[in-house]
């Protein structure tokens, strides 16, 4: 989960994973011989009869047919594709892999060939988390941050199934997240209400809901791996991306090369419940940034010690408790404020932090009874939050937590869950803690989680106070990859550590992943770097 301040997309995602791991299913007729575990827009019928000899092969087989990226006037992400001289195409995948022999689907993919063909080693797949993030144009970003990686390899990006470019579905959601319980029973039932409400638009799609999994994700990328003609596939996962990398090594462990997971998450946890670990390592970067803010006591006003910083945001959030604030044309109450605070989780750069203090500062004034203006950022993530689902993003991101382990259905079991952990998580627990969709899903996964345990080399990078992938999720993750090491930066609130990509550089992280990606030198043991706290 990334802590995006554009569509406070951290907080759509607040509702991740919880339960215990399950043991990955047995192959599945058909299924490719290396693999371990287990609507709107289909393709009707796949080309070819039978799931046999020409089944998964006339998928690995097929020819690519590549392409300009731009598709119109307005399509600027295509724009720059076409002048980095990308490729786009689209590959057809099975929408179920279990039965290959049904319906079809399309994946979308972009190319940027390696700048140096003499020394291409490969291509590099890079996912940049989410869940449902399109990544097609961010091969661009990956290209920027670490110009001798893409010198050696072919720089993938894949939008995921049912997101961006590839074949869609969208439930028509009018608001993108449930948000928070608020401080009482009637808040907790009215967003119990809204949760079902949005689980029962998406049942129009209920015949692919169940095939939105990681798991089949990450056979859509072996399918590339294979469509491409490479025998291994190195990849760059960060966020969620590293559990669809994990996912990837648990079913195709031998076709894996070189392999990078940025912040990874617990992958015995993964699913809708998965953000109920995150109140305590959110709150620690929300002392980490008043601590900051009180130092600049003189420009935010917010108080000048770390104590007062903090008493000014529970003094906005009893405010909202009472009644929603005034902050330009819009209301914010209880069931939206912790989605604003929550975006602390942006990154502990002066930037990020600065953004965020100025959104408190109108947020503290609002609550004070004056008449404010919302700061750019805080419009546009108010205006997100209170506009319909676009394009379906949010709801494809709830269908893939929903697909990969089911959540409880028991209503109460989360009004418990929440009044245990008011007094420990006064601000957050009431928003990572609270039931989502999944609790009234249409559809039941159709496999069981792939319970993450083998030993390929896998390089890991990570912060101790990341508040999207907290530490010990990334520890758990290391232990169920025993072939892995894991470089931990130290001192930094940051979710994401390499290239700069969505946080502040670090030359030690940068270095160690460099290093594996174009030498294949991993670390002999744990690593730790340092880094400077913002400002």
Same mark, same amino acid.
């Given at each position: 989960?990334?802590?995006?301040?554009?569509?406070?997309?951290?907080?759509?995602?607040?509702?991740?994973?919880?339960?215990?791991?399950?043991?990955?299913?047995?192959?599945?007729?058909?299924?490719?011989?290396?693999?371990?575990?287990?609507?709107?827009?289909?393709?009707?019928?796949?080309?070819?009869?039978?799931?046999?000899?020409?089944?998964?092969?006339?998928?690995?087989?097929?020819? @690519?047919?590549?392409?300009?990226?731009?598709?119109?006037?307005?399509?600027?992400?295509?724009?720059?594709?076409?002048?980095?001289?990308?490729?786009?195409?689209?590959?057809?995948?099975?929408?179920?892999?279990?039965?290959?022999?049904?319906?079809? @689907?399309?994946?979308?993919?972009?190319?940027?060939?390696?700048?140096?063909?003499?020394?291409?080693?490969?291509?590099? %797949?890079?996912?940049?988390?989410?869940?449902?993030?399109?990544?097609?144009?961010?091969?661009?970003?990956?290209? +920027?941050?670490?110009?001798?990686?893409?010198?050696?390899?072919?720089?993938?990006?894949?939008?995921?199934?049912?997101?961006?470019?590839?074949?869609?579905?969208?439930?028509?959601?009018?608001?993108?997240?449930?948000?928070?319980?608020?401080?009482?029973?009637?808040?907790?039932?009215?967003?119990?209400?809204?949760?079902?409400?949005?689980?029962?638009?998406?049942?129009?799609?209920?015949?692919? %809901?169940?095939?939105?999994?990681?798991?089949?994700?990450?056979?859509?990328?072996?399918?590339? +791996?294979?469509?491409?003609?490479?025998?291994?596939?190195?990849?760059?996962?960060?966020?969620?991306?590293?559990?669809?990398?994990?996912?990837?090594?648990?079913?195709?462990?031998?076709?894996?090369?070189?392999?990078?997971?940025?912040?990874?998450?617990?992958?015995?946890?993964?699913?809708?419940?998965?953000?109920?670990?995150?109140?305590?390592?959110?709150?620690?970067?929300?002392?980490?940034?008043?601590?900051?803010?009180?130092?600049?006591?003189?420009?935010?006003?917010?108080?000048?010690?770390?104590?007062?910083?903090?008493?000014?945001?529970?003094?906005?959030?009893?405010?909202?408790?009472?009644?929603?604030?005034?902050?330009?044309?819009?209301?914010?109450?209880?069931?939206?404020?912790?989605?604003?605070?929550?975006?602390?989780?942006?990154?502990?750069?002066?930037?990020?932090?600065?953004?965020?203090?100025?959104?408190?500062?109108?947020?503290?004034?609002?609550?004070?009874?004056?008449?404010?203006?919302?700061?750019?950022?805080?419009?546009?993530?108010?205006?997100?939050?209170?506009?319909?689902?676009?394009?379906?993003?949010?709801?494809?991101?709830?269908?893939?937590?929903?697909?990969?382990?089911?959540?409880?259905?028991?209503?109460?079991?989360?009004?418990?869950? @929440?009044?245990?952990?008011?007094?420990?998580?006064?601000?957050?627990?009431?928003?990572?803690?609270?039931?989502?969709?999944?609790?009234?899903?249409?559809?039941?996964?159709?496999?069981?989680?792939?319970?993450? +345990?083998?030993?390929?080399?896998?390089?890991?990078?990570?912060?101790?106070?990341?508040?999207?992938?907290?530490?010990?999720?990334?520890?758990?993750?290391?232990?169920?990859?025993?072939?892995?090491?894991?470089?931990?930066?130290?001192?930094?609130?940051?979710?994401?550590?390499?290239?700069?990509?969505?946080?502040?550089?670090?030359?030690?992280?940068?270095?160690?992943?460099?290093?594996?990606?174009?030498?294949?030198?991993?670390?002999?043991?744990?690593?730790?770097?340092?880094?400077?706290?913002?400002?």
């Amino acid at each position: 989960m990334r802590g995006r301040r554009t569509a406070a997309a951290g907080v759509a995602t607040a509702a991740l994973l919880a339960g215990a791991a399950v043991a990955a299913a047995p192959p599945a007729a058909g299924a490719a011989p290396e693999e371990a575990g287990g609507g709107v827009g289909v393709v009707a019928q796949g080309a070819g009869g039978r799931a046999g000899a020409d089944g998964p092969g006339r998928f690995h087989g097929q020819a @690519i047919d590549w392409h300009r990226c731009r598709t119109g006037p307005d399509d600027a992400e295509g724009g720059l594709l076409d002048e980095a001289k990308a490729q786009c195409a689209e590959v057809t995948v099975p929408l179920d892999h279990r039965r290959p022999e049904g319906r079809t @689907i399309k994946v979308a993919m972009s190319r940027l060939k390696a700048a140096d063909p003499a020394r291409r080693r490969g291509v590099l %797949l890079y996912n940049p988390g989410g869940p449902g993030v399109p990544a097609m144009s961010l091969v661009l970003q990956v290209k +920027r941050a670490a110009p001798e990686v893409a010198a050696h390899y072919d720089l993938i990006g894949m939008d995921p199934r049912f997101v961006g470019r590839s074949t869609p579905f969208d439930c028509g959601w009018p608001v993108p997240a449930v948000g928070s319980a608020g401080p009482d029973r009637r808040g907790f039932d009215r967003t119990a209400a809204l949760a079902k409400d949005l689980a029962a638009r998406c049942a129009v799609h209920r015949d692919v %809901l169940p095939h939105a999994s990681t798991r089949d994700t990450a056979r859509d990328m072996d399918v590339i +791996r294979a469509a491409l003609g490479e025998p291994r596939l190195s990849y760059l996962g960060s966020s969620y991306g590293t559990q669809l990398g994990m996912v990837y090594l648990q079913l195709f462990p031998g076709r894996a090369d070189r392999v990078v997971l940025d912040s990874a998450m617990n992958p015995d946890l993964f699913g809708p419940d998965l953000t109920r670990t995150q109140g305590p390592a959110v709150a620690a970067m929300m002392e980490d940034w008043a601590a900051w803010a009180a130092r600049r006591h003189d420009r935010y006003r917010l108080g000048s010690t770390a104590a007062g910083v903090m008493a000014t945001v529970r003094r906005i959030d009893r405010a909202a408790a009472r009644a929603p604030l005034r902050v330009g044309r819009h209301r914010v109450d209880a069931r939206v404020l912790p989605m604003i605070l929550f975006n602390v989780t942006a990154g502990d750069g002066p930037e990020a932090y600065g953004s965020f203090a100025a959104d408190v500062r109108v947020l503290s004034e609002a609550a004070r009874g004056a008449e404010v203006t919302p700061t750019p950022v805080l419009e546009q993530v108010l205006t997100g939050l209170a506009a319909p689902d676009a394009g379906g993003a949010a709801s494809v991101q709830t269908a893939i937590l929903c697909a990969d382990r089911a959540a409880s259905r028991d209503p109460e079991a989360y009004y418990r869950d @929440i009044r245990a952990h008011r007094a420990a998580e006064p601000l957050f627990g009431a928003l990572t803690r609270n039931l989502t969709p999944c609790s009234f899903w249409p559809t039941a996964p159709a496999e069981p989680p792939v319970r993450v +345990r083998n030993d390929v080399p896998v390089l890991m990078v990570g912060a101790t106070g990341d508040p999207g992938a907290p530490y010990a999720g990334q520890r758990a993750a290391h232990r169920a990859l025993t072939g892995s090491r894991l470089v931990t930066l130290r001192g930094a609130f940051r979710h994401t550590v390499y290239g700069g990509l969505f946080a502040p550089r670090n030359a030690c992280v940068d270095a160690a992943v460099d290093r594996y990606l174009i030498q294949g030198v991993m670390p002999a043991r744990d690593a730790v770097c340092s880094d400077a706290p913002a400002g």
